[in-house]
């Protein structure tokens, strides 16, 4: 059943034998002698139980299995329980074989680098055929995946394909200076270590080995690790009964019938009757209108049965489970069971995120852009700098960022990020406030900026490292004194010391829910994997980088690739979710397939790197019809693990068909049913209250009483409010108005009597008493005016349930405020709007645009006019004009009577400009195009003329407003 090829390991024949078991389940007596085991420590040879070594197919079903040992209550010996990873591991150490290379990002960064050197020596000539051409990641990432491919597969020897030699070589000389061994190497050092030592220490007083079902094919390598223990110790393969071809039977190590008489059975396997029958299973089917209601009857069902079953268990199979598993991680724990730890990213936590920005806001094409200057203000996870100044409280100025006053400079000098970037942020904030009231915030900005670039100063470029060393730019644009700066780290190694050493992380630990990773684990996962990176770095030669990019991109790499520490609750759950390979060997009470879909389930063969089609056919890899013979073996087990079996099919939508291996089990299914997401027994805590409601409004009997009965008598409101409207007084007093002590039973009014005209003998209302007054029906049917009495303040009713509905219950005051006429065209427009935005002061985040904001264009046209005739009228701005000087013929009245040329005029009018708008020097388009609308010039005119200030002709906006101006001949300002 291995093929046709055999090399010089092939195994003895007697050596390995094959039985064929029931579908499903490990059989009672090898379970049986599992405990007889733990019970009775002799040998065989006295007596006692034959010592079996078990290679279970996962680590699931191992686990599980070692579970039910340990629920026996015997002690039993761990070591005789592996997988066929773990007995690598152990057979590892027997051979006195190196410790094996731990695989993560700080081994990623050392082989890359490496493989970026050898590629400049023209190492991987096919793939890199030039030595200065820039080798990328993915170069690395995709000879590492072949690598480790053709290594399991026991053909990177004979591997002719592009840059395989080479990388081999790598490889080898990172074991030699590490003194490690790469994982791909592992299994064939095993194999040299088992021909030249002999028998290993885990083997050596062990009766035989028994390898459970495992699906087909398995890996050559693995193949050949077996056919080795086979010539140590015997195998006695188990295997399910079926068509091997279709992949039913699962794995078989050699070519060969399984035994059928319990005499050919070896002798160190327990005595039992040989049989592989089982009745075939009945599936229940379950329609669902779409893929996506797979959670929720999956968990509809699984919930109903542990509540009526205490100590069953559910196994729900998700072929998609890796894209699904933080969805049905939040699902398992709003029942209140526990789950399985869920790998991410380091920058999938705050602080790692965080982290990860703050080194990388100085880097890159949006380098100290307004949005990452802005989001690192607010954050509240680390600081950017410790504390390295006496606080003054007396004191306006400190070193902390104003936001809004940070988007207004961002705004008026149209600071990008990117290169030069910092520079101009410091020009900025270092030119002297003309307004002290916002002098003490634009220095307390400006020190929070230095002290920011101190901090991360080996991170940054050379350009903005120089930055600091400008007397210039470190003066408070306020008080004019020069500002303290803290001390930087001399390398991006201290820099990162010092960073995660200031976090607090005592004041976090009682917010922890059980489920949330401490502050101080992520610290450690950071400093472990970067710590690794400079012992790899130091066993293999190479330097670290002490700052700048390289070291930002390598700090970058750790926190994106890194995972943080995953929590494990170390309860065995009730309610297990996993992918059809990992419940090969498990079993339960009842199975779940879900999300069953031919999308969902995944059967097209792997892609792997300069793996072509001819490739695949030499050496005989990635068969096109693996995925759908491991998924049926996969299937075969599944339904036959479990008392009950359950299929969720959504092929009611036609877009969702079934996978191919489930339409194969269409025999074994009973009538189906339809699921319903709207049943009681399917509805979570707060659609049974929406189902309550409903039939409470229906008057029918609901599932729980209401949270308030008294909203019974809510419709007899609008009755309750009828009566009083008849109840209301109409009748006039001596003044032809309503009495004054009917105000408070005044609930109605007519429209009509707002604009009505006072009868005759009755007095205008703004000659009356009292105000407002309300019309009312004199003696003779005549009805006076009424000034609008709202609001309305009614008397209470009388019912305590209706008076405590409508604002007559004791408790806190409500505080009514008036509301503007654009607040309530917000709510008028959209309610939730108008809560968002009023209600909870809720803004949309501001972002800047690659091109000037309008608000800024229209406020620098504006104040080029306001300084242009402050200075050719002589006026102040908020300072009202005498205008005595005008009239006397001692100042102009107007820019058209200044006597002065319009060329002089335009003159004084770009020099405002330049002062206001400095950032039109610049050369990009945003600033070209401004330009030329403001002015009429080109980059290079305006360069010019900043060279030689000279007059030139109106051009531009700016031009337009001077020509109007000039118009305005018969006009005076008396004030800006």
């Known amino acids: 059943m291995v093929g046709s090829r055999r ?16 579908v499903g389940t490990i059989p009672n007596w090898l379970f049986d002698h599992f405990v007889n085991q733990a019970i009775d420590p002799r040998p065989i040879s006295k007596g006692g139980p034959s010592k079996i070594l078990t290679i279970y197919s996962n680590e699931n079903s191992r686990r599980q299995h070692m579970s039910m040992l340990s629920d026996v209550g015997f002690a039993f010996d761990r070591t005789l329980h592996h997988t066929l990873e773990s007995l690598k591991s152990s057979l590892m150490a027997d051979l006195r074989i190196p410790r094996k290379i731990s695989l993560g990002p700080a081994f990623d960064l050392v082989l890359h680098n490496l493989c970026s050197e050898r590629a400049s020596n023209l190492s991987f000539p096919l793939i890199n055929p030039l030595p200065n051409m820039h080798w990328g990641e993915g170069k690395t990432t995709a000879l590492s995946e072949l690598h480790t491919f053709l290594s399991k597969e026991s ?33 064939s050092k095993i194999l040299e270590g088992i021909e030249s030592v002999g028998t290993p220490f885990t083997l050596l007083d062990i009766d035989g080995i028994i390898l459970l079902d495992h699906a087909s094919p398995i890996n050559k390598s693995d193949q050949e690790l077996l056919s080795a223990l086979s010539k140590i110790r015997p195998i006695h393969q188990l295997t ?6 279709l992949g039913f039977h699962g794995f078989q190590l050699v070519d060969d019938f ?49 509540s009526k079953e205490p100590n069953s268990t559910v196994l729900i199979i998700d072929p998609s489970f890796e894209e699904n598993q933080t969805r049905w991680n939040k699902i398992i724990q709003d029942l209140g069971l526990p789950v399985s730890g869920l790998k991410r990213p380091i920058t999938h936590s705050p602080l790692g995120h965080w982290l990860h920005e703050l080194a990388k806001i100085g880097n890159g094409a949006n380098s100290f852009s307004m949005d990452k200057l802005r989001l690192l203000a607010v954050q509240g996870s680390l600081s950017p700098f410790s504390p390295f100044h006496n606080e003054d409280k007396t004191n306006d100025i400190s070193p902390r960022p104003d936001t809004e006053l940070l988007s ?44 920011l670039v101190s901090s991360i100063l080996p991170l940054l470029d050379k350009t903005d490292r120089e930055l600091l060393s400008n007397q210039r730019l470190l003066t408070g644009c306020h008080s004019g004194k020069l500002l303290e700066v803290p001390n930087p780290p001399s390398s991006g190694d201290e820099w990162l010391v010092r960073t995660v050493q200031q976090i607090d992380t005592a004041n976090t630990v009682d917010s922890l829910d059980g489920n949330t990773i401490p502050i101080s684990s992520v610290i450690k996962a950071i400093t472990t994997e970067h710590e690794s990176l400079r012992s790899f770095q130091r066993s293999v030669g190479q ?19 890194a995972s943080l520490p995953v929590p494990i609750s170390g309860i065995s759950s009730r309610l297990r979710v996993m992918a059809p390979k990992d419940a090969l060997g498990c079993n339960s009470d009842i199975a779940i397939l879900a999300n069953t879909s031919a999308p969902s389930w995944n059967l097209r063969s792997p892609k792997i790197p300069f793996v072509g089609e001819m490739e695949r056919h030499k050496f005989e890899l990635l068969r096109p019809d693996v995925p759908i013979i491991r998924a049926r073996h996969h299937l075969y087990h599944i339904l036959n693990c479990c008392s009950k079996v359950i299929l969720i099919d959504p092929s009611v939508d036609k877009s969702t068909p079934l996978a191919p291996p489930l339409e194969e089990i269409m025999d074994y299914c009973i009538p189906p049913v339809h699921f319903d997401p709207n049943s009681e027994e399917n ?40 009566d009083r409207e008849r109840r209301q007084p109409n009748k006039a007093d001596s003044e032809g108005y309503l009495p004054a002590e009917y105000r408070n039973r005044v609930i109605l009014f007519e429209y009509d009597d707002l604009t009505r005209r006072s009868p005759e003998g009755v007095d205008n209302p703004r000659n009356s008493t009292r105000w407002p007054v309300i019309g009312a029906t004199s003696t003779d049917g005549k009805n006076s005016v009424t000034i609008d009495p709202r609001p309305f303040t009614p008397l209470p009713s009388g019912s305590a349930v209706s008076d405590s509905r409508h604002g007559h219950s004791d408790g806190a005051n409500q505080e009514i405020q008036l509301w503007s006429p654009s607040r309530l065209q917000e709510w008028a427009k959209c309610p939730r709007r108008g809560w968002m935005s009023r209600g909870l002061r809720i803004r949309d985040e501001e972002t800047q645009s690659e091109d000037l904001d309008p608000r800024i264009h229209g406020d620098l046209l504006h104040q080029v006019h306001h300084d242009l005739i402050c200075e050719v009228l002589g006026m102040q701005e908020q300072v009202e004009r005498d205008i005595s000087g005008a009239l006397d013929g001692h100042f102009p009245t107007n820019i058209a009577d200044s006597g002065l040329e319009e060329e002089e005029i335009m003159q004084k009018a770009l020099e405002i400009l330049d002062k206001l708008a400095p950032w039109l020097e610049r050369s990009d388009g945003v600033s070209t195009f401004r330009l030329r609308m403001l002015t009429g010039m080109s980059h290079n005119e305006w360069k010019d003329w900043l060279t030689n200030p000279i007059r030139v002709p109106l051009g531009g906006r700016i031009g337009a407003m001077i020509r109007s101006e000039m118009q305005l001949s018969d006009a005076m300002p008396i004030a800006l």
């Open 7 to 22: 090399d010089s390991m092939e195994p003895n024949e007697d050596s390995i034998t094959i039985e064929e078991i029931p």
């Open 155 to 187: 053909t990177t020897v004979s591997w002719d394909g592009p840059g395989m030699h080479s990388f081999r070589e790598i490889l080898r000389d990172i074991e030699l200076k590490t003194g490690g061994t790469h994982p791909d190497f592992l299994t």
């Open 240 to 245: 399910y009964p079926g068509s091997y071809r």
């Open 258 to 306: 399984p035994v059928t008489d319990t005499d050919d059975l070896p002798e160190w396997i327990p005595n039992h009757e040989i049989s592989n029958h089982k009745d075939a299973p009945t599936v229940h089917r379950v329609f669902v209108n779409r893929e996506e209601q797979s959670f929720e009857a999956s968990i509809s069902i699984a919930r109903g049965f542990l």
């Open 408 to 451: 207004q400079i961002a705004r008026s000098e149209h600071i990008l990020g990117g290169p030069g970037a910092l520079e101009r942020w410091m020009e900025a904030l270092c030119r002297p406030t003309e307004k002290d009231e916002r002098g003490p915030a634009r220095e307390s900005t400006q020190w929070w900026m230095i002290a």
């Open 543 to 561: 330097s670290p980088p002490a700052g700048g990019s390289e070291w930002v991109s390598e700090l970058s790499s750790i926190l994106n690739t």
């Open 683 to 722: 509805l979570g805590p707060r659609d049974i209250k929406q189902l309550d409601g409903i039939l409470l409004r229906n008057m029918k009997n609901s599932s729980n009483p209401p949270l308030n009965p008294s909203s019974i008598t809510i419709p007899l409101d609008v009755e309750l409010q009828r």
